[in-house]
């Protein structure tokens, strides 16, 4: 039996929801904005690791990934909120930047 991978995807690309939702091993929320993210990851739980690799308290997600162009607070900025709140103790964040298409003329 294989572990399911409780994933917060931050954006509104549908490619990126899309694929990550096909993945059976995968559980995914998803929030558009950085603001209302940061506010749905400060009323759940979240799982931290102590020193013998026990948990103190168990977190509702695994890794989180976000984009970086995002209403209400950047993908950036949500980081650096989630490391003075210390939301970011044993939590994979992967930040992504998708760039336009740019016409060759």
Same mark, same amino acid.
């Given at each position: 039996m294989e572990q399911t991978i409780k994933i917060l995807y931050i954006g509104n690309d549908v490619e990126t929801i899309t694929a990550l939702e096909q993945n059976e091993n995968m559980q995914v929320h998803n929030e558009t904005n950085g603001l209302k993210a940061f506010q749905w990851m400060t009323?759940?739980?979240f799982r /931290?690791?102590?020193a013998q690799q026990s948990f103190t308290c168990c977190r509702e997600i695994d890794a989180i990934v976000c984009e970086i162009n995002l209403h209400g607070l950047n993908g950036l900025g949500l980081f650096q909120e989630m490391k003075k709140k210390g939301l970011d103790e044993g939590l994979f964040f992967i930040l992504?930047?998708?760039l336009k298409s /740019?016409? /060759?003329i």
């Open positions: 009323n759940h739980e /931290v690791f102590d992504i930047a998708k /740019v016409p /060759v």
